[in-house]
């Protein structure tokens, strides 16, 4: 993959963020970069701080490799992870990909490799978020984490109408992916939340942010027309939403397999440097308050016990959070 033509300057210093920061890549460390036709200029500004550091590499194009949307991961680019010790998946997502980026993920969990998962990443994303000190998202990402993990009960509300409450489980592990990233657990870039599988989630989630997976990219910023979700005993029971087609396609992909509609994921976003939300799920996720996932619970992570082929975050905006009755963030701000 030759990609010096395609370098764009706007990206360099996120870029180097990536590289030099966030996975402290080494000299003498392997990488694999995985990229696609439509995320190839971003994936050129990291290839070249790559090759600035002296590290090598292997470096695959999607499209060069299988048909899309892909049914599994191509055989080339899982050979190549095995040589490496970082790697970073720079793509645009497509409907019905999640498995083969699960194939991905199980090789980087198996081996402990770092690995940057810049799904989706865009122009926006690489000026705002990607510029981010992850150091101090890091001490804030600490602090929160100090404070929930230790917690039985978080409520979260927002002027929108959201109003739920997660009940945890002691026996699922918190995790912390701030941006810096360890072989520990993979961490999404920009980074910025803390998260774990809930014991259970119950009340009304209005979703004014974002949608994710495939959704983000067809309906953007949801302010304009939110989507209300009710859940109940973890389950999800009902979705609303002036957009019906909205409405129907997060119905449907909560409903791909019996765990699609499972809340798998809570999670705060600790992102202290962004602004608002902007559409984008990669960044949106790391805003400062709460977001959910339904689907897949990262139980190789959190410790759940459970499966699902899909996962979808859901982001609202302008949250409250009360951790045993003690204020956490009051109109989206941390208040510690």
Not at 7 to 14: A, F, L, S
Not at 65 to 86: G, K, T
Not at 230 to 242: G, M
């Amino acid at each position: 993959m030759t990609t010096a033509e395609l370098i764009d300057q706007e990206y360099v210093q996120g870029a180097k963020n990536a590289v030099r920061v966030c996975l402290n890549i080494q000299p003498h460390e392997r990488v694999t970069v995985i990229t696609d036709e439509a995320s190839r200029a971003i994936a050129a500004s990291l290839i070249q701080e790559i090759e600035a550091v002296g590290a090598p590499m292997g470096a695959f194009v999607l499209e060069e490799c299988a048909p899309r949307p892909l049914a599994h991961l191509p055989a080339d680019i899982a050979a190549d992870m095995e040589q490496s010790q970082v790697s970073i998946f720079c793509a645009k997502a497509q409907p019905n990909e999640l498995l083969s980026r699960m194939e991905m993920t199980d090789i980087v969990n198996r081996r402990k490799m770092r690995h940057a998962h810049m799904v989706n990443i865009s122009r926006d994303i690489m000026r705002q978020g990607m510029r981010a000190d992850f150091r101090a998202v890091d001490e804030i990402s600490r602090k929160v984490i100090a404070v929930v993990s230790r917690a039985a009960s978080i409520r979260c509300t927002t002027p929108a109408g959201s109003d739920f409450t997660a009940t945890l489980n002691p026996n699922y592990r918190w995790i912390k992916t701030s941006g810096l990233i360890s072989p520990e657990k993979w961490g999404n870039l920009p980074g910025g939340e803390v998260f774990t599988t809930p014991g259970e989630v119950n009340g009304t989630f209005v979703i004014d942010g974002v949608v994710g997976d495939y959704l983000c990219e067809k309906y953007g910023n949801l302010t304009a027309n939110p989507l209300t979700v009710t859940i109940a005993k973890n389950r999800l029971v009902s979705a609303e939403s002036s957009n019906q087609e909205l409405r129907d396609d997060f119905w449907n992909y909560t409903h791909t397999d019996e765990n699609s509609d499972r809340v798998g994921e809570f999670a705060i976003g600790t992102n202290i440097q962004l602004q608002q939300v902007i559409g984008q799920i990669l960044q949106d996720e790391k805003f400062p308050g709460v977001h959910i996932a339904f689907g897949n619970p990262y139980g190789a992570h959190t410790g759940a016990d459970w499966y699902s082929s899909t996962h979808i975050d859901v982001v609202g905006t302008r949250f409250d959070i009360v951790v045993d009755g003690t204020p956490l963030m009051k109109a989206g701000r941390f208040l510690i």
